[in-house]
């Protein structure tokens, strides 16, 4: 039962991290009203990683919130996710910046690359490391109320052993007005 304590747990955390960054975000709405861009963009879905190193797949949700602070250059997404593997759960959090590309009036390419911090909850191991993703953004109509997502994405871990994973994740994007 304890292990069911520690994952509400690790899972509040998550929450309350992804809650501070778009609280971060707010003040700054009413600076932009007059924009028709999204203040922030909240991505929710489902997330996989397949080890490199031989220890096979794991699966779990994501969440992230992704805002644009310089307008068609930067755009920075933090995210939590967290992947449960047979026996094993593991917490990722990330800080990726990457650089918007309008492919179409309704799709977007975002390359980017930042810092993740993973943490092992069954052995209690935290490691840091490096993840490069490649984002597509689909939206269905050009006003861009709602839309999805697919990122392929690749992790180095600096710790010994140097794992590395190739991953993907899926899911909806909703922009906060």
Not at 15 to 22: E, G, I, S
Request: aromatic share 12%; hydrophobic share 45%; charged share 15%.
């Amino acid at each position: 039962m304890s292990g069911h304590h520690g994952l509400l747990r690790a899972f509040a955390r998550g929450r309350m991290l992804l809650c501070f960054f778009t609280a971060m975000l707010l003040p700054a709405g009413k600076a932009l009203a007059g924009e028709k861009d999204p203040l922030a963009v909240i991505e929710l879905g489902m997330a996989s990683e397949w080890g490199l190193n031989g220890s096979g797949p794991s699966f779990g949700p994501t969440a992230a919130v992704e805002f644009t602070p310089i307008k068609n250059w930067l755009v920075i997404e933090p995210g939590i996710q967290t992947l449960f593997r047979r026996g094993q759960t593991e917490w990722d959090t990330s800080f990726v910046f990457k650089k918007p590309f309008d492919l179409t009036p309704t799709v977007e390419f975002e390359p980017g690359m930042g810092p993740v911090w993973m943490h092992m909850v069954g052995s209690g191991r935290t490691t840091i490391g490096a993840e490069v993703v490649a984002e597509f953004m689909f939206w269905p109509t050009p006003d861009r109320k709602f839309g999805w997502f697919i990122e392929p994405s690749y992790t180095y871990a600096f710790s010994n052993g140097h794992e590395q994973s190739l991953g993907v994740s899926i899911g909806l994007l909703i922009p906060i007005r």
